[in-house]
């Protein structure tokens, strides 16, 4: 088992795929037994989707490997807070943990969901994790778009 | 032009195909300039992925259709409240109206939103549109399940 940095480095390299393609950088893998079972990144461009978040490409591909609709025992890693919507795709997927790098007042769940708790009732998050790397990436992003 | 109840009765139409595929029986079409464009139903099971609700599948559907990210011009009609992940994908997608038939107090992202608006800025809601009817299938389909 590796520790939290090295998965949430893993998913940054995700989020700089998405840089690199012109995505709002945003990556994300699921670990399962210490293992990454899936990775996605933003694709909301490339896919003329807005929903193509990280977290939706990575638990979609983690529900196709394990041919399983539920991952109680995996770990999601994302750079990002999770919007509202990965924070309900997270809570159906059972994940009993999640793991995000740099808060995002704008669209993160916490705006909208404020002391609710948005995932299922076993889940814990841990947040914080390279969030300085996590955030530079975003800022530098907007940054450049802005010109 | 039709009325909310002709749309809500071909919602219906699709939550009767996730009835009888053994999905929880909701659907949802969406609908610009008065037409259809796009349907979808519960797939849950058959894709072995908790996120397959039948407003993602109508509104994936409607952004490939429309090759377009964003649907300001138009309506989606689902039989039940949108679960907090489906509030987020609409909020995405910046549809501009919603239109539900039966509230879902455990599911619907009410329980968790509370008074925070989850949707666009400018998206205007309508609900308990044929809300017997779609409530109905809802219940026949949990009980026939509890045997």
């Known amino acids: 088992m590796m ?3 090295y998965y949430m480095q ?3 390299r995700e989020a ?4 690199a393609e012109g995505e709002v950088p945003v990556g994300a893998v699921v670990v399962t037994g210490g293992k990454i ?3 996605g990144y933003n694709q909301v461009e490339k896919l003329s989707d807005p929903t193509a978040h990280a977290e939706i490409i990575a ?3 983690a529900f196709n490997f394990l041919g399983a609709k539920y991952l109680p025992d995996a770990s999601l890693y994302v750079t990002v ?4 919507m990965c924070a309900g795709a997270i809570y159906w997927s059972k994940l009993s943990r999640i793991v995000w790098g740099a808060d995002d007042e704008k669209n993160g769940h916490a705006r909208i969901t404020g002391n609710n708790w948005p995932f299922h009732p076993k889940a814990t998050i841990s947040k914080g ?6 955030a530079a990436l975003m800022k530098d992003f907007f ?3 802005r010109g």
Chains 1, 2 share one sequence.
Do not use: F, N, V
């Open 3 to 5: 520790s939290d940095e």
């Open 10 to 12: 893993q998913a940054l």
């Open 16 to 19: 700089e795929k998405a840089y």
């Open 37 to 39: 079972i899936s990775r």
């Open 59 to 61: 638990l979609t591909s």
């Open 81 to 84: 807070e999770p919007c509202l």
């Open 129 to 134: 994790i390279l969030a300085a790397e996590c």
């Open 143 to 145: 940054r450049a778009r």
